[in-house]
């Protein structure tokens, strides 16, 4: 079974940029698909941008379309989420995870988590 470290997060003003990373460790990340979560405090963790397991097929949150970027490394048997233009609502936790869903005509649908065994996240800060 293969375990998930998220790192990169941290403080920026808006406008700015952060770019997390997810490393997998206990199988390779190229037989999953793989998508990033947030939780911000009071609210309920939310999908924010998911990947197929192969053909690169992807899916964003309106709120953040145009803005994160969301790659998958088979190689470095990571996956990453390059967030530009951060935005006063987007602060939160951000966890990465193996995640389930249909790949068609490159885009990503029906995403959600496979399972409900989260790590410790990432904390992203806005502010200025």
């Known amino acids: 079974q293969v375990q998930l470290v998220e790192s990169g997060g941290g403080p920026v003003q808006p406008g700015g940029s952060l770019r997390l990373s997810c490393a997998a460790s206990?199988?390779?990340?190229?037989?999953?698909?793989v998508g990033w979560f947030r939780q911000a405090p009071g609210k309920a963790r939310e999908v924010v941008s998911c990947i197929s397991r192969t053909d690169g097929g992807r899916s964003d949150a309106d709120s953040v379309k145009g803005r994160f970027t969301i790659s998958k490394d088979n190689a470095k048997n990571t996956a990453t989420l390059q967030m530009n233009n951060l935005k006063p609502e987007d602060p939160a936790i951000y966890y990465c995870?193996?995640?389930?869903?249909?790949?068609?005509?490159?885009?990503?649908?029906?995403?959600?988590?496979?399972?409900?065994?989260w790590g410790q996240g990432t904390q992203v800060t806005v502010s200025s």
């Open positions: 206990g199988d390779t990340l190229e037989d999953y698909a």
């Open positions: 995870a193996t995640v389930r869903g249909t790949s068609r005509g490159g885009n990503f649908y029906l995403c959600e988590a496979r399972g409900n065994d």
